[in-house]
């Protein structure tokens, strides 16, 4: 019998979903990083998508900002380990707009 850790690909794919469910676990991923390093500011900081390659990552505050930044190598060794299929090459951390 085969597994749902092996079916799920293969449909994914057949689908056209697959590369969508990899970013979409990359940046869970990447949110639980965050969320677990940087306990004061997990309400500040949030993983919000993956565009060509790169995580993006708004900060509320900028001292969460410079925070995040400063460790951002660590984030992306994080997903290279915990997602290396969503081939993530570099973490932009920007500051949210507020109206």
Do not use: N, Y
């Not at 979903?17 to 676990?25: D, N, R, T």
């Not at 991923?29 to 390093?37: R, V």
């Not at 500011?41 to 001292?63: K, P, Q, W």
């Not at 992306?76 to 993530?88: D, G, Q």
């Amino acid at each position: 019998m085969d597994r749902l850790s092996q079916i799920l690909p293969k449909v994914l794919r057949k689908r056209g979903l697959h590369e969508a469910a990899v970013g979409s676990q990359a940046v869970v991923s990447a949110q639980a990083w965050i969320s677990s390093t940087f306990p004061a500011f997990r309400h500040s900081l949030s993983a919000i998508r993956i565009e060509h390659g790169c995580i993006v990552v708004e900060a509320d505050d900028s001292i969460a900002l410079t925070e995040c930044s400063q460790r951002a190598e660590e984030l992306l060794r994080h997903l290279w380990h915990t997602v290396p299929e969503a081939k993530v090459e570099r973490v932009r951390v920007v500051r949210t707009l507020k109206r």
